[in-house]
């Protein structure tokens, strides 16, 4: 960093350096051809005069005034000029004013218009950087000087009439210096405003550059690919993430494929996305993408991503592009199919120990009275639980395979529900909870009868675990917009309102249940949603910590058929 910071430093002073070397270049120029402009009309003015010499007053005067300009041209071209303070170069008009007094003395009528060269000195000391008031004094003094100076060289005698006849050539001399001394002035006014508005132009376009670096270098950073497009689909910016997957998603031997190109596929990871349907596509198109997931490239090298996308619109609310995000869940989805495969090996696993135990269970119970007392009760306890077991490990089977059905015939839900609060209330009373059933006695519906009573059941189930010694359990249902609705409410422990998204997540248990040492192993309620997705409905969740949940389940009812003979 610290010969970073040298480098710009010297590099400064070598800019600062070629600035100055500049400035003193152009000073010298000016002044070069301020004086050359002067010495060229004298010179012409010097033939004119010496053609004519018999007329002039004297020869020598004039030669000596013209030899003076050139002295002091020859002084322009020699003299250091970057040594020499700015304010030292008025000196040289100073002495062109005596240069052009002494030969518009020695011309005296015959050249009365060598006065006029006096309107050089004039433009270059009201140019300068003197002060309005200075530089017409100075012009107003000079030129009565030119003008009265040599009266006294003449033979006539000096009379006011002498002294005031040539009074036009000062007031035109100054009024020019005023002029030009206004115009240089505003001149240089502007010329401050736009070295001030180049200076800020400058600064702008530097903090320009560092914030574009500043916006590459967080964009290379960040482990998510990110692309920003104009509304015609057109690259605006892509990080080297982004580049990296642009690479692999690109077939062989193309080394820059177009997106309609690019080798991405669906979840299946061999069934190509239409170039219309892929997500880029979608986003370019107004679309805010949320997690869509995708394979790209083929073989080995193949990955998964997850693409969001977020719209962008400008002041009048005209979409102006769009920002795409591609994070790279290559490594989460493996490792998720690793678990469903790892729980679904265990799952088979335990199908055969269990088969094996209900079979001993059920040919011990059919001993009957030759047990000893109390052992059957024992046994059928096993039995039940056992068999429990088994419906989770062959719903666990069915969720990984997708095979998980269900079979809706008229069912009376009422008995239903009430089933399952009656198997429940041994567990709440166990728990000091107070489970109530709320729904009709008889509340006929079309449902799979097993399998509302599991998804009921689990409901249940945790309603008992996560809530707190006096609290209270409601069942309740009724028909509602062609729908059955089944509600489940509970006053327990509550789940945080971040976490109710993932309440249906497989393996999830909520901060609370993990902290309050409540067995689970976070299953209940994904067959429970799986249950109700299968019969084509939803299921909802509400709930406030320490204050209680609610599930809320709503299953479609199939339109009711005409009586026959109606109508």
């Not at 071209?77 to 030969?103: C, E, N």
């Not at 198109?285 to 490239?297: D, H």
């Not at 009709?440 to 309603?463: G, H, I, K, S, Y």
């Amino acid at each position: 960093m610290t010969d970073r910071g040298r480098t710009a430093g010297e590099g400064d002073l070598a800019d600062a350096d070629v600035d100055r070397s500049d400035h003193r270049s152009q000073r010298r120029r000016r002044i070069i051809l301020s004086e050359i402009a002067l010495a060229i009309t004298f010179t012409l003015a010097m033939v004119l005069g010496l053609a004519e010499h018999e007329d002039l007053v004297s020869v020598e005067l004039f030669l000596a005034g013209w030899t003076l300009n050139v002295l002091m041209l020859t002084l322009c071209f020699v003299l250091p000029w970057s040594t020499i303070r700015a304010s030292s170069v008025i000196v040289i008009p100073l002495v062109d004013f005596v240069a052009i007094g002494l030969s518009r003395a020695a011309a005296g009528d015959t050249l009365a218009g060598v006065g006029l060269l006096a309107a050089f000195p004039v433009v270059w000391i009201a140019a300068s950087r003197v002060r309005m008031g200075t530089a017409v004094a100075i012009t107003v003094v000079a030129s009565l000087a030119i003008i009265w100076l040599p009266l006294p060289l003449r033979a006539e005698p000096t009379t006011l009439d002498a002294l005031l006849d040539p009074i036009l050539l000062p007031i035109m001399l100054t009024g020019l210096a005023w002029f030009v001394s206004a115009l240089t002035k505003d001149n240089r006014r502007q010329q401050e405003a736009l070295r001030e508005s180049q200076s800020a132009l400058r600064e702008s376009a530097e903090a320009g550059r560092k914030r574009e670096r500043l916006l590459e270098t967080v964009f290379d950073t960040v482990s998510v690919g990110l692309l920003a497009l104009d509304a015609e689909g057109n690259d605006l910016l892509m990080n080297a993430r982004q580049r990296e997957g642009h690479a692999v998603a690109a077939p062989p031997g193309n080394g820059d494929p177009n997106e309609a190109e690019l080798l991405i596929f669906g979840p299946d990871r061999v069934t190509p996305i239409p170039p219309e349907q892929r997500p880029v596509a979608r986003a370019v198109r107004g679309e805010n993408l949320e997690a869509e997931r995708v394979w790209i490239g083929t073989g080995r090298s193949q990955r998964a991503l997850a693409i969001s996308s977020q719209s962008m619109y400008d002041d009048d609310g005209t979409f102006a592009g769009t920002v795409v995000s591609f994070n790279d869940i290559t490594e989460l989805v493996l490792a998720l199919q690793a678990k469903d495969d790892f729980l679904s090996n265990v799952s088979h696993e335990f199908r055969t120990p269990l088969t094996s135990i209900l079979g001993y269970l059920e040919l011990t119970l059919e001993l009957g009275d030759r047990l000893p007392d109390g052992v059957a009760g024992h046994l059928e306890v096993a039995r039940r639980n056992a068999s429990r077991l088994e419906q989770l490990v062959e719903d666990l089977l069915a969720i990984n395979a997708g095979t998980f059905e269900v079979n809706p015939v008229p069912t009376d839900v009422g008995r239903t529900l009430a089933e399952a609060t009656s198997s429940a209330s041994v567990r709440a009373a166990r728990s000091g909870l107070h489970l109530s059933n709320r729904a009709p006695a008889t509340l006929p519906a079309v449902v799979d009868p097993v399998r509302l009573a599991q998804a009921v059941d689990n409901l249940l189930t945790n309603a008992v675990k996560y809530n707190r010694k006096g609290g209270s359990i409601t069942v309740d249902a009724w028909l509602e917009d062609a729908s059955l609705v089944v509600e489940v409410a509970d006053t327990g422990i509550g789940i945080q309102a971040e976490e109710l998204h993932q309440v249906f997540d497989r393996f999830f248990r909520s901060h609370s249940a993990r902290t309050s040492s409540v067995p689970g192993v976070g299953l209940g309620l994904l067959i429970t949603r799986s249950i109700v997705g299968e019969h084509g409905g939803s299921i909802t969740v509400t709930s406030e910590p320490g204050k209680g949940t609610c599930f809320r389940i709503i299953i479609p009812q199939p339109a009711p058929r005409p009586q026959d003979g109606a109508g």
